[in-house]
């Protein structure tokens, strides 16, 4: 894993587009997930609930996030804290560093029991830290070669079982005679892909429930409002900033879809007041389904979110019904998103 160090100009435009970060205080293992409010050239400002009283100035913090194919690590110590409803705390960051995360699939921390199964019998006593849609990361006592292929059995704390075959892509070495394992899922099967999807879809309303106590810090500030939202994604791997960006806004009332055609039953009877289309590239089926939707449902509002390079290309200028205002590019500017949601409320 090659470790580069990030400059801090870098780091201060790459948190402007930054809503919710990971933040682990003192040398304990637990991570808490923390709305970001501001970022100078030397500090952040984070807000937790005001819970833990032994919070102290001087404090050592780690921050996490992942942002365009990297993932950053800041350190840093406390040095404001300003107890009230919640907890505005200040950081100081001393370091940045950021490496190459090719993961697809947002990972969420658990503690989840698992049976691993190899060709020479099967090892409980493991346990899941974090998981995605992709792969997991596993603690076990068991020493098992990166590259081989092992069967997994996981229970999830609903009590729902997921089964899957799965490589071993790394290994490191962990306190206490145990290993850490980056598998990734290779064989699902439906079954098994329907439950993971399930539990995955929880976690993500768990982690996007943390933009609540932003919500009410900014109470008497924010718009609030119960607008049915359809988001349509081309690729399982969700984008978390528009999902993000509209809890931060006051949006409860939405849901991310892959398949429009096949969701076109929930369209025809819901009615969703916009749909946001979030596309990773411009590319002949955004086309396709932007000038289907528009012929199918033309009194139903298009928002489509590109990414930038897409608005050198001239290509959506042949996009049936959309005008320029009707598409954003990403990475997001959260004042431009809101007075573009705002207008179709």
């Given at each position: 894993m090659n470790i580069i160090v990030a400059e801090r100009e870098e780091f201060r435009n790459v948190m402007q587009n930054v809503n919710l970060v990971?933040?682990?205080?003192?040398?304990g293992n637990a991570w808490e997930v923390a709305p970001l409010l501001y970022t100078d050239e030397n500090s952040i400002d984070v807000l937790l609930q005001p819970k833990d009283s032994t919070l102290q100035v001087g404090e050592d913090?780690?921050?996490?996030?992942?942002?365009l194919g990297y993932e950053y690590l800041v350190s840093g110590n406390v040095t404001g804290i300003n107890q009230d409803r919640f907890s505005t705390v200040t950081v100081k960051y001393a370091l940045i560093q950021k490496y190459h995360n090719m993961r697809r699939h947002m990972r969420y921390d658990t503690n989840l029991s698992v049976v691993i199964s190899t060709?020479?019998?099967?090892?409980?006593g493991s346990t899941v830290k974090n998981i995605s849609r992709g792969g997991a990361?596993?603690?076990s006592g068991a020493d098992i070669s990166a590259g081989t292929s092992v069967e997994l059995s996981i229970t999830f704390d609903s009590g729902n079982a997921f089964t899957s075959i799965a490589k071993v892509i790394r290994k490191s070495v962990c306190d206490n005679g145990l290993f850490g394992y980056g598998v990734e899922f290779t064989d699902i099967s439906p079954e098994c892909s329907r439950t993971i999807n399930r539990e995955i879809s929880k976690y993500e309303m768990e982690y996007l429930k943390s933009l609540d106590i932003f919500r009410e810090f900014k109470k008497g500030k924010s718009i609030f409002f119960d607008t049915r939202i359809a988001i349509l994604c081309f690729d399982n791997n969700d984008n978390y900033s528009i999902k993000e960006a509209l809890v931060k806004l006051g949006a409860e009332n939405f849901e991310a879809y892959h398949n429009f055609r096949m969701y076109a039953g929930f369209f025809e009877e819901e009615q969703p007041k916009l749909v946001i289309i979030d596309a990773h590239c411009f590319s002949p089926d955004i086309m396709e389904t932007v000038n289907f939707f528009r012929s199918v449902h033309p009194d139903i509002p298009i928002l489509l979110v590109l990414p930038v390079e897409a608005s050198k290309s001239g290509e959506t200028d042949k996009l049936e019904g959309l005008a320029g205002e009707d598409i954003l590019y990403k990475p997001l500017i959260y004042n431009e998103f809101e007075q573009a949601i705002v207008k179709y409320l």
């Open positions: 990971k933040i682990r205080i003192g040398c913090v780690v921050l996490k996030f992942q942002h060709g020479t019998g099967a090892c409980g990361m596993i603690i």
